[in-house]
């Protein structure tokens, strides 16, 4: 599975931006999809994550309520909405891709199975 996320700018605080993330394979529906991210001088850190089927999403306590995690079994892809910038939002994105529970993406960062290369977001105050 290659992973190819786009989508990031600058934007003001108060601001919406929306990520993709476009999937390659014909394997889609197996796998638990997730965004991650990462500011300068800190640790990567889950964002968000949804189940194979779509129909259950997990999220950090500090995007909860502004960001919202999507995705098209038609295109392959899976979005990030994220709306109510803040400048603390300002990272590199990364998404994600496993076999294994979206449940657990967030403490299985490093055994996660795919990754696709980052896109920054950057939030001015």
């Known amino acids: 599975v290659q992973l190819q996320a786009s989508g990031g700018g600058l934007v003001q605080a108060g601001g919406s931006l929306r990520l993709s993330c476009a999937t390659s394979g014909r394997t889609f529906s197996s796998y638990s999809l997730g965004w991650f991210r990462q500011a300068p001088g800190k640790e990567r850190e889950f964002v968000a994550a949804?189940?194979?089927?779509?129909?259950?999403?997990y999220y950090a306590d500090s995007v909860k309520g502004r960001f919202t995690i999507s995705r098209d079994f038609v295109k392959n892809m899976v979005y990030l909405q994220m709306n109510s910038l803040k400048p603390e939002d300002t990272a590199v994105y990364y998404c994600?891709?496993?076999?294994?529970?979206?449940?657990?993406?967030?403490?299985?960062?490093?055994?996660?199975?795919?990754w696709g290369k980052g896109t920054l977001v950057t939030v001015s105050s």
């Open positions: 994600a891709a496993d076999g294994g529970p979206a449940a657990t993406m967030s403490n299985r960062e490093h055994g996660l199975d795919y």
């Open positions: 949804i189940s194979r089927s779509g129909g259950v999403t």
